[in-house]
């Protein structure tokens, strides 16, 4: 596992802020030169600590009025039922993220919506209807928060 | 607000966050110059909030990931605020989300192993104010997370 100093968590950290920032302007405020703060950034890349770079959007401006949690509830829990449920989940667009989780619930999804009426068309025609779906409970997000974590 | 040329756009860029602005160009059929003109006005009215890198806390050695649901003492008013302020000072707090529903509040919590998470629950959890309830779901897998808006 990859051992991260002081300045790699600075780096981290802006770099969730801003992945855009450039290693120059970067190693400018950490007093390093461009090449010294461009490798570091590579090491981070390479080893997996920084896995990608995504795009904020206000879902709100999109059109996307409502996110709901849905928690979910396998009706049977074979095999086959587990693979069927997860391939059918993840290719409904609206369905943003698919959590496994061990607990009251097997599945956690994260739905968006343009409006609660839509959500409901979604609901029922999409993921209440998926191969062995059984309980399922709903949280309308209110509001949502990231925080840097533990670096 | 929005035209088919801007969705278009958006979600070229939100498949590939890492495209210059030429190769999204490219793929809308657009000139370089003109998807460059439309990115700016998505930028400057907000639409595109900005970039963030995708931090793998797996690689960086915390393998346990635990959703928190927690429903509150709403008899104090002041329960939610109160919470969440004190929440956001547990640096193992990776999102706050606030709910309708029947859960109040969720936290998503990581933590090094169990012998770990267990000392963040009991000492840093556990002491936030008002919680009535507390559910722990936990994370085996995520199926899907890309976090692609249906745009």
């Known amino acids: 596992m990859i051992e991260l100093d002081k300045t790699d968590h600075i780096i981290v950290r802006a770099l969730m802020r801003d992945a855009r920032v450039t290693s120059k302007a970067l190693g400018e405020k950490l007093g390093l030169s461009q090449p010294a703060t461009w490798r570091r950034i590579k090491r981070l890349k390479d080893s997996g600590v920084i896995s ?31 693979e069927d449920f997860e391939r059918a989940v993840s290719a409904i667009p609206e369905v943003l993220s698919v959590e496994h989780v061990l607990g009251l619930y097997d599945y956690r999804l994260k739905v968006v919506a343009t409006d609660i009426p839509d959500f409901e068309r979604v609901l029922r025609r999409r993921i209440m209807t998926l191969p062995g779906a059984g309980e399922v409970e709903a949280n309308v997000l209110l509001s949502e928060e990231r925080r840097p974590g533990p670096i | 607000m929005l035209d088919d040329v801007d969705r278009r756009i958006l979600r070229q860029y939100q498949a590939a966050p890492d495209a210059s602005v030429a190769e999204i160009a490219e793929r809308c059929a657009l000139t370089a110059a003109s998807c460059w003109r439309r990115l700016e006005k998505l930028e400057s009215n907000g639409v595109i909030l900005g970039h963030e890198a995708v931090v793998d806390w797996q690689a960086l050695g915390f393998a346990v990931e635990v959703s928190l649901r927690i429903t509150l003492d709403k008899t104090q008013t002041t329960a939610f605020d109160e919470f969440i302020a004190k929440a956001r000072n547990v640096a193992e707090v990776l999102e ?42 936990m994370h085996i897998a995520r199926i899907k997370s890309d976090e692609a808006l249906p745009i």
Request: charged content about 25%; aromatic content about 6%.
């Open chain 2, 96 to 137: 706050i989300q606030t709910f309708l529903g029947k859960v109040d509040v969720r936290l998503s919590v990581i933590a090094r192993d169990m012998a770990h998470y267990q000392e963040v629950y009991r000492a840093h959890i556990l002491t936030l104010p008002h919680i009535a309830d507390i559910e722990a779901l």
């Open chain 1, 52 to 82: 990608g770079r995504r795009l904020r959007l206000d879902r709100e401006k999109l059109g996307l009025g409502v996110t709901v949690f849905l928690g979910v509830k396998l009706a049977t829990k074979r095999r086959v039922s587990l």
